[in-house]
């Protein structure tokens, strides 16, 4: 822990001077070094997006990520902060953070003028060394810069006087890293306050003969261009950020899978949930189903969150089935799948279609995204003791979303080969909800292999033999 509280203890105690970029390279530098995982809760980058940050904070640049909604752009920068030294000292009470060995502001100035080695320091935190701006129309150059205090005027000091000056929030980052999430929504006037920041490393507030030279990291989050009809990064502007990262979506169902499983908040509930593989990767793949739609508009893209948000609301309709009918254990199954993405149909933006098929290209990608699960995991396996149930005169096999899994198992009685289908499906625990949940999978498989026959109505199914 640091025990300095003095400019003059800190020189004794060798307290480096440094930037901030300097520091960040460093503390990168001693990570790379000894093999740490840069970023652990950021999945799918480790090939592609981090060496592009890395590169950028090793070349000292100032960073700005591109990329559609839900690429975890505002994480990434979030975790860039743990990258800064765990305190850092700045002169007791200046608002900007001012290092004791090179003040920038008239009051730090004055103290260290008249005090030398005697003027007290305090320590602050990496999260107080952060700030984190939305981007919206009604920013204002005061609010990142500043302005004249009116309180301070009144207090007798002349205009001309720096210290009438209300810093705004990048001065009061001073040697830290300033982040600006969605660029392209300020306006064009106030984008052009961030010129000298980026460039001179100074600031200009109103009419003062000030210059600050300010000690910072400066990102910015941005879609890309051709994306956003909002507004736009002047040319001067994207010129002065010195490395662009790109970032994107998780290029496997099994990277999808991972940040589902770490993002996504399990219900309250007096029962256990429990969420077979096989249904997450249905989830995943649906999401990546829509990716590639034609009918989805790819400059918006489909968010990471709508894969959260699907699975959280299919555990939600697992719990509310075991409430409704004492199941002791709450497993999703495939009935559950149309409502959980029912309830997310306002997330997806759809390129120009006839007005009310939306929910019939999701029903198409979600039966296709089925399929390809079903194939992946059960291509090969022997379906005969299940459709030999089928051949019986009149035999079919129902369910819905409030079909206790029970039910759905006694109509198949003692089924031969279902231990060997959880088997392949990855299950490793058996109970009678995942088994529900397993058999009616495999029934949607083999309809829409076209090997079974499916009639919905009204929330509920009913599987029936080919010739039936």
Not at 57 to 72: C, F, K, T, Y
Not at 197 to 225: H, K, S
Not at 256 to 261: G, L, S, V, Y
Not at 271 to 283: A, D, G, L, S, Y
Request: glycine fraction near 8%; include cysteine.
């Amino acid at each position: 822990m640091p025990s300095a509280s003095t400019i003059g203890e800190l020189r004794t105690q060798g307290y480096p001077d440094r930037t901030v970029k300097e520091e960040l390279r460093a503390n990168l530098l001693a990570k790379l070094g000894r093999g740490e995982t840069l970023f652990p809760s950021i999945v799918g980058f480790e090939e592609s997006v981090l060496p592009s940050l890395e590169r950028g904070i090793l070349a000292g640049h100032d960073l700005i990520l591109l990329g559609e909604r839900g690429q975890a752009k505002t994480r990434l920068i979030r975790r860039i902060v743990e990258l800064l030294d765990p305190e850092a000292p700045v002169i007791a009470g200046c608002e900007i953070n001012d290092h004791p060995y090179r003040p920038i502001c008239a009051r730090c100035r004055e103290l260290v003028e008249a005090g030398g080695d005697s003027v007290p320091i305090t320590w602050i935190g990496q999260q107080d060394r952060y700030a984190e701006k939305l981007a919206t129309p009604d920013t204002s150059v005061a609010d990142l810069i500043g302005d004249v205090d009116p309180i301070k005027v009144a207090e007798g000091r002349y205009l001309a006087d720096e210290l009438t000056i209300h810093y705004g929030m990048i001065p009061r980052t001073n040697r830290g890293i300033v982040a600006i999430n969605e660029l392209p929504d300020l306006p064009e006037r106030i984008q052009v306050s961030l010129f000298n920041i980026l460039e001179e490393r100074d600031v200009q507030i109103r009419g003062y003969r000030i210059r600050l030279p300010l000690d910072l990291l400066l990102v910015a989050t941005a879609n890309p261009d051709d994306y956003t009809h909002r507004g736009r990064i002047v040319s001067p502007l994207k010129d002065r950020f010195g490395t662009q990262v790109r970032t994107h979506y998780p290029e496997t169902v099994a990277e999808e899978i991972r940040i589902m499983d770490q993002e996504a908040r399990p219900p309250a509930a007096g029962v256990p949930v429990r969420i077979p593989t096989f249904m997450k990767e249905i989830v995943a793949a649906f999401t990546s189903e829509l990716r590639r739609s034609p009918h989805v508009n790819h400059r918006s893209g489909v968010s990471v969150r709508y894969s959260i948000g699907n699975l959280e609301t299919l555990a939600a309709a697992a719990v509310r089935r075991a409430a409704r009918t004492g199941e002791p254990e709450a497993v999703p199954r495939v009935c559950d799948l149309p409502a959980a993405v029912a309830s997310s149909l306002g997330r997806v933006e759809f390129d120009t279609i006839e007005e009310g098929r939306e929910d019939e290209i999701l029903g198409r990608a979600l039966h296709q995204a089925t399929l390809e699960v079903f194939r992946r995991r059960l291509s090969g396996f022997d379906f005969q003791p299940v459709l030999s149930q089928f051949d019986a005169p009149g035999f079919t096999a129902e369910t819905s979303d409030l079909t206790p899994a029970s039910d759905v198992l006694a109509q198949f009685g003692d089924l031969p080969g279902l231990a060997k289908l959880l088997e392949r499906l990855g299950v490793k625990e058996e109970s009678p909800g995942v088994a529900a949940s397993a058999l009616e999978f495999t029934l949607e498989g083999l309809h829409l292999s076209r090997r079974l026959n499916k009639d919905d109505a009204g929330g509920s199914a009913r599987y029936r033999g080919v010739g039936a």
